[in-house]
Every structure is written in C-alpha cells, then in structure tokens.
C-alpha cells in the first residue's frame, strides 16, 4: 500500500476542509494520506466526509510534538466498522451495479446488463433480507409526527422497488427487447431508489444506531456477523 504525505498544521482553520479535500480527493484505492494538522481535524474530517457520502475513514494521533497526525484511507479499503456502515456500503454497492445495468442499456448491450440486472436483484434480496427479517423484528420504531411507522412506510416501498426490479429482469426477456424498451424502466427505478435510499438513511439508520448500541457488546457482535453472512449470501 503506498502513502502520500502532507503538512497542514500552517493552513488557517478556516481553509483546512478545503485543503483536506484537494490532498484526497484523487486517492485511488489501496492508497492511503498522511496529513499533520496542528489541532484535533475530527470535526473537519467529520464535515468532509458527509460532503463525501461516508466515503472516508480514519485514524488519528499525536506525536512528539503535540500535532495531530492522521491516516486517511478511502472506505472500502478498510472492513465495515458496524451494523448501519454495512448497510451503508451496500446501497453503494448496488447503486455502482445499477449504474452499470443503465449504461450497458444505453449502449445497447443487453446481454450484459441483464445479467448484472440479475445480481442486482439477488443482492436486493439480501439486503431486503437484513432490513425486514433482521432489524425491523428486533427493533420497533416509534410513530413519526404524523403517526405512520417508519419502518413500515420503508418496507412498503421495498416491495415496490424488489417488484420494479423483477419487471425489469421480464423485459430484459422479451424477444424484442430494446434500450428504447428498457430504458425509460431504469430511469423511473433510478430515481426512487436515490429517494428511497436518502429518507431510510435520514430515518431509519439513526433510530437503529441508538438501538444497537445500547446492546450488549456480545449481542452487537453476533447481530453484525448475522448482518454481514446474509448480505454476502453465506445464509
């Protein structure tokens, strides 16, 4: 794994975020960066990666001399940490195939993207699984303002992106399948799963988190490796 260095701890506060983000923001994978800051970068670092979609990790300490030193490393470089950074991965794990089955359609590749149309749903199922017979049976979720359950607002609209997902895998099917056919499905599903995936990220994943770590470190560790076998399909 090779290593870029960078000296930070002259830049003004004020510019550090910015400076962070221009040292990183070409790191390839398996790479990591070394930066030396003169206060604690957390709360920079925090603020970043949300700008980055969670797509940071970190470790820092401090030296000899009191400044901070910190290795940055690009997420998937690193193992999941916990139950909702699973999850979390593997909404931009399916989200890349997506990505994938929409441009191969557009270039009138159809025997391609159905058959990662194909792994896009299993991994649906496996992450349907997680949410619905996993976490949504362990952890009951209080009424929001309007007094709907949030988790059932979500399993309803998982079930209307696993049947959206199915009819797609039909169309890729049909004899006389075409990007013009197919084409205008994937968009319709794209957006709704971008909406999807921000409210249940915005709703349900912080009242799972206050649930989870309020267990017992046994029952936390046993729920993760539970999570972490079912998304990969090893149950």
Known sequence: MSDQYCDLTGTA??????????????????????????????????SLNLQLRNNLRWEISRNEAGQWLTVIHRAEDVPSVDVLDALKRDHKR????????????????????????????EGL?????????????????????????????????????????????SSFEEADATPGSISPLLAILAGYLSKHEYREEATLFPI????????????????????????????
């Open 125 to 169: 199922r496996r992450h349907l699984a997680v949410e619905h017979d996993i976490l949504a049976k362990a952890i009951r979720t209080p009424p929001n303002a309007m007094g709907q359950d949030p988790t059932a607002a979500m399993m309803q609209e998982h079930n209307e992106i696993l049947n959206q997902s199915v009819m797609i895998e």
């Open 13 to 46: 506060p004020s510019h550090l975020q910015t400076a962070v983000f221009y040292e990183i923001k070409d790191m390839p994978r398996g790479e990591t960066a070394t930066i030396l800051f003169a206060e604690d970068p957390a709360i920079v670092l925090h």
């Open 94 to 121: 399916l989200d890349a195939m997506f990505s994938q089955v929409i441009h191969l359609t557009d270039q009138n590749h159809l025997v391609q993207a159905y058959a990662i149309m194909q792994a896009f749903t």
């Open 208 to 235: 799972w988190t206050g649930a989870i770590n309020k267990a017992p470190e046994a029952a936390r560790s046993a729920l993760f490796k539970q999570v972490l076998a079912t998304l990969d399909g090893s149950i």
